[in-house]
């Protein structure tokens, strides 16, 4: 019904900035109505976390970890989603997954892989 596709991600040095996009595609109106939208990471050997989320009247709410760095945001005329990475870590290496929560049914992209070496 949905599939999330995210891009941008890419090998970057520390200090750097990326900017991810999760572009929605499929039903429109399940497009249409999407509520929270996020952004999540996963590590090599850990587990999947939080990066950030947006609601669709722009509440944002961010992982201690990159708030301040990072910026998440949404265009709702099609719930395009974005993630600007300022100040860019080492340890913010992950492949990046965005998500969409429509009525009961939550949809993951694929990810991207986002690699800051030092």
């Known amino acids: 019904q949905v599939q999330l596709v995210e891009s941008g991600g890419a090998v970057v040095q520390a200090g750097e900035s990326l900017r991810l996009t999760c572009a929605p595609s499929g039903s429109v109106i399940h497009i249409q109505l999407m509520e929270t939208m996020g952004w999540y990471r996963q590590a090599p050997g850990k587990q999947r976390e939080l990066v950030a989320t947006v609601t669709y009247d722009g509440k944002t709410n961010y992982a201690a970890a990159v708030e301040g760095r990072f910026t998440v945001s949404r265009r709702n005329a099609d719930n395009t989603l974005w993630l600007q990475m300022n100040g860019l870590k080492p340890e913010d290496t992950a492949v990046y997954s965005c998500?969409?929560?429509?009525?009961?049914?939550?949809?993951w992209g694929q990810g991207t892989q986002v690699v800051v070496s030092p």
């Open positions: 998500n969409a929560k429509v009525l009961e049914n939550y949809y």
